[in-house]
């Protein structure tokens, strides 16, 4: 049984994390994090399928290959993406800059970075900051590393649990930033988790991209994915549990808990979409496939009209039925039923009669769950967005400026 609680990335045996301000911020606020692992962890990674991908991404990737890495620099401020062979080096160069501060090897270092594209890292404000960082490393560091990856986040987005494996105490937690820019196959996202189980490289590989299936990639803020979108793992192993090397019970239980972690941090990440005021599940059942019913419920949590309309707290279905019309997946119209909560406002081809008043209550509330029956088979998929404010238009029309 999984045990909820606070600590983040900090909460699994030998790990340790800060976030300081560098300067690389106009604001001033934090912006550069390290997370850290007192013995070399097993590692995994999923990265952006963008092919304008950032200069860190391709670090990363590098290291996520190897299987094993020790610590992960991020800053945010400056995305270090579309910088040629300077950006490229200068995502080299933090990993030098934070395996000789920590005492590790370089290409054990995961590299992060986040914010405005085009521009070069300020690298005199970075390696001081390193520097800064790595002294502050704390068993307690979580909350600090979380603030400094935040670009327009409104709040640090952060989970964690403790399980049992074959009789051992395993912990397992989680850190991500996102807030605009996201879309599946990764966003403009990054999400680090750490744990102290031991498991396989292959197996914690597989166990990450099984995940990210049915949580980050069940996500759309905006419909945009983003050049420096990450989620990396180290499981250092030093919950002492025997080796995680086959798909058996062990395997369950830790890709059971990998799961809680990115769903609760994916959540997060759609809640605080950039100025939004309503967070929405798009629940899709009774597909033929889940690739149906994946595209009918990302269609839905897309569509402009459709987010517009939970903004303004308009019980608009027609938005809806059509972007399920045209998502290209299977559905029939006289057979689909569509309800918003609890209360059916289409069926089967017609609209259906519905209290106002109840409807109206339920598109006031924060949260606003979007229900499709297709009545073709057996299988379903959920997606998690939010609506389109005035206050999004402000957020995107000010950013680079």
Known sequence: MLRENNAGVTLAKGFKASGIKAGIKKSGKDDLAIIYSEVPATVAGVFTQNLVAAAPVWVSK?????GVGQAIVANAGCANACTGEIGFANAKKMAELTAKELKVKAEEVFVA??????????MDKVESGIKKAATALDDNGSIAAGKAIMTTDTYPKACSFTFEIGGKKVNIGGIAKGSGMIHPNMATMLCFVTTDVAISHDLLQQALAKVVTTSFNMVSVDGDTSTNDMVLVMANGMAENVMITAEDAD??????ALNTVCTELAKLVARDGEGATKFLEVNV?????FEDAKKIAMSIAKSPLVKTACFGQDPNWGRIICAAGYAGAKMVPEKTVVSLGDIVVYDQGL???FDEDALRDVMAEHDITINLDLHLGEETATVWTCDFSYEYVKINGEYHT
């Open 251 to 256: 395997y369950d239980a830790f890709l059971a």
């Open 113 to 122: 970075s986040t914010g405005v594209i085009g521009v070069n890292l300020p």
């Open 351 to 353: 609209g259906a009669e």
């Open 62 to 66: 590098a290291v996520a290959q190897n």
């Open 285 to 289: 059942k009774g597909a033929e496939s």
